[in-house]
Nanobody
Framework: QEQLEESGGGLVQTGGSLRLSCAAS????????VAWFRQAPGKEREFVAG????????WYSDSVKGRFTISRDNAKNAAYLQMNSLEPEDTAVYYCAAGWLYGAIRPNDYKYWGQGTQVTVSS
């Protein structure tokens, strides 16, 4: 029943920053685990970051630890991904997802998905 929509992608130079937003229209957003995934051309969709329903627990892929920060604001039905020190390898379509499992990192563990937003990092 949740509908998710990402925004904030764009073109940035190596070392730059972007902040992605995920807006939810459902009525139970605060009950869901939320995650960010990304998919580059010719690659499988991969986990980036996750956050529990209360926001008190987060988990990241090794490739983005120390550079990306996931957060959420349940009062605004929104989640965010702050991306710093961006590298060309971060270039991908980024997706917001919501699911029911704590700590999940597999795409098929998430039920609701946004349409994606393009992030391109140039050197």
């Amino acid at each position: 029943q949740e509908q998710l929509e990402e925004s904030g992608g764009g073109l940035v130079q190596t070392g730059g920053s972007l902040r992605l937003s995920c807006a939810a229209s459902g009525r139970t957003f605060s009950s869901w685990t939320v995650a960010w995934f990304r998919q580059a051309p010719g690659k499988e969709r991969e986990f980036v970051a996750g956050i529990s329903w209360s926001g008190d627990s987060v988990w990241y892929s090794d490739s983005v630890k120390g550079r990306f920060t996931i957060s959420r604001d349940n009062a605004k039905n929104a989640a965010y991904l702050q991306m710093n020190s961006l590298e060309p390898e971060d270039t991908a379509v980024y997706y917001c997802a919501a699911g029911w499992l704590y700590g999940a990192i597999r795409p098929n563990d998430y039920k609701y998905w946004g349409q994606g937003t393009q992030v391109t990092v140039s050197s």
